[in-house]
């Protein structure tokens, strides 16, 4: 419920860290992982995102990945997403952190933005690790490395693989400070992401999860949604900026 505690305790924060899963997406059009239409109903990530996947057929996995990129392009951000970007200048603190790839936030204007899955538009060389952007959907797969030619996989983190520890860090110690903390769309079906959240609320900060469904941390957080994000924000953003 929108009432005044809430919207006090919103308007009073200073350090304020947002955590998004593909829920928040999902009214672009982009298809989430566990739910209804989602990926891995569809899809068996063993054949897609792991690196044993890749090193068996780099084609396969570049063609699913191409896929989605056109989906991703194919869509624009949502009322959500634009909220959540508003908030970015609205706090004196922000980060937001986002187990998604799709590059969505960074279109909305999020520019404080840790993307701890990595990005879609993003390719590594599997030779000299060089990053590099990639404009549109590749023409020619797999993709090679624009420096060296060597084998170029997506950089995306993989079921198996570790995450880059220098960026959990810094939306560690981001959020161990944080007063307040909206975690939108996330199953919480990924250990990491979501341990980072209940340390977040372990340490004081006040939790709203925005989510039609229940996820892992619901038990944990101090006010839930439920409600799909792109209806609600807009809503609890009014309310914001008017009282
Ligand atoms: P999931 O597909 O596991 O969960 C999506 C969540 O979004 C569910 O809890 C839905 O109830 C919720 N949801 C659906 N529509 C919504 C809406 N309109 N507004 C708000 N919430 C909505 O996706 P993630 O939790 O993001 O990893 O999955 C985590 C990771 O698992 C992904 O980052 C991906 C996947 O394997 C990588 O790609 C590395």
């Not at 996995?61 to 609205?90: F, T």
């Not at 969505?104 to 538009?121: C, M, P, S, Y």
Request: hydrophobic letters at 40%.
């Amino acid at each position: 419920m929108i009432n005044q505690q809430l919207i006090t305790k919103i308007k009073s924060a200073k350090r304020v860290a947002v955590l998004t899963g593909a829920g928040i997406s999902a009214e672009s059009g982009i298809p989430t992982f566990r739910g209804a239409g989602g990926y891995w109903r569809n899809y068996r990530a063993e054949d897609l995102a792991t690196p044993e996947a890749f090193a068996r057929d780099p084609k396969l996995v570049w063609e699913w990945y191409a896929m989605r990129m056109q989906v991703c392009l194919d869509a624009k951000p949502n009322p959500g997403h634009e909220i959540v970007a508003k908030m970015e200048s609205y706090f004196p603190e922000f980060l937001l952190v986002t187990q998604n790839v799709d590059n969505l936030h960074a279109r909305a204007g999020n520019t404080k933005l840790v993307e701890i899955h990595g990005n879609i538009f993003t390719a590594r060389c599997t030779s000299c690790q060089k990053k590099f952007k990639l404009e549109g959907v590749p023409k020619q797969i797999p993709v090679r490395c624009e420096s060296c030619d060597a084998l170029a996989r997506p950089h995306i983190v993989w079921f198996g693989e570790t995450y880059d520890m220098n960026l959990l860090q810094s939306a560690r110690s981001f959020l161990l400070k944080s007063d307040l903390i909206f975690i939108i769309g996330t199953s919480g079906q990924v250990g990491v992401p979501v341990q980072l959240a209940s340390e977040a609320i372990a340490h004081g900060a006040y939790a709203i999860e925005i989510n039609p469904e229940n996820s892992t941390i619901s038990n944990q957080v101090d006010m839930h949604f439920a409600n799909s994000s792109g209806e609600i924000l807009p809503k609890i953003w009014q309310e914001i900026i008017e009282k």
